[in-house]
């Protein structure tokens, strides 16, 4: 029986290259200059000859930077070169967080009026409400099939795919709206037994309505049937709490001359 391992060879440190600490650091000040570099924070081997050295960064503004200078010896030949001189980010440093697509960035909320936000052809959460056909088409031909459906009035040129629903659902479900939102955890009871709430038609109906109490703070909004809040329909005071009925009101007789000589 024949076993194969995989092993992953490790490049062997090179004597030279790694002892070139004063080439990387004369080379390293004579580009940056000596006030921007500090002490010499070790070594890493990338490659067979070839060794990357840091030093610390001095430059104001630039706390937990490295200098990186990797150095390199040609084969069969005794001294090495600087290849490369790089300003890299260590573990403290203030770097900018990573970038995220602006698509990915854009909340509900963050439309202003007359902004727009396109949506993609083949944006997953839409399906065409008509058929494209088994062929692919390009841009132009779905564009001038759209124009054709909006001519013949055929409606909703694109509707919710499954994807688009259950995305919605999930967010709604997670969100203000949903069972563990504050609000709804300290409820008295549950959307589904409130007057208030408005039942809605199709896949979601079993899990979601819309409130409609004005003075509650989800009017308008979409709720799962187990979210809750105060205001539900058939919340009672405690005794204790109703407001005390007002006194008999007291009718004043007195006329403002038996006032006068009074
Ligand atoms: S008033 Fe409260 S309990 Fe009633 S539907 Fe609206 S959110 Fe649900």
Not at 5 to 17: E, G, N
Not at 64 to 72: D, E, H, L, P
Not at 159 to 180: M, N
Not at 228 to 253: I, W, Y
Request: with cysteine; glycine share 8%.
């Amino acid at each position: 029986m024949i076993s194969s391992v995989t092993t992953t060879l490790r490049p062997k440190p090179d004597s030279a290259a790694v002892a070139a600490v004063d080439v990387a650091r004369a080379v390293l000040v004579d580009d940056v200059g000596a006030a921007d570099v500090g002490e010499h924070l070790g070594h890493v081997v990338e490659d067979d000859r070839v060794v990357t050295h840091f030093f610390a960064c001095e430059r104001p503004g630039y706390v937990g930077w490295r200098w990186s200078v990797t150095v390199a010896r040609a084969s069969r030949q005794k001294h090495v070169t600087v290849d490369e001189i790089l300003l890299v980010p260590g573990d403290e440093a203030i770097v900018a967080p990573p970038w995220v697509p602006y698509r990915e960035r854009i909340q509900p909320g963050d439309l202003s009026p007359g902004d727009l936000l396109p949506v993609d052809d083949d944006d997953p959460r839409l399906v065409p409400t008509y058929s494209f056909g088994d062929d692919p088409l390009d841009a132009d031909d779905k564009a001038q099939v759209r124009a054709v459906a909006h001519e013949l009035g055929l409606g909703r040129v694109r509707t919710l795919s499954p994807e688009g629903r259950d995305l919605a659902a999930q967010r709604w479900y997670d969100g203000d709206g949903g069972p563990d939102a504050p609000l709804a955890r300290s409820a008295p009871d549950s959307c589904t037994t409130c007057g208030f709430l408005m039942r809605i038609a199709g896949p979601l109906a079993e899990t979601f309505g819309v409130c409609a109490n004005g003075n509650a703070n989800d009017d308008g909004r979409v709720v799962s049937l187990d979210h809750g809040c105060g205001a539900h329909s058939e919340v009672r005071l405690a005794k204790k709490h109703e407001p005390q009925p007002l006194p008999d009101p007291v009718v004043d007789t007195l006329s403002r001359r038996e006032f006068e000589t009074w």
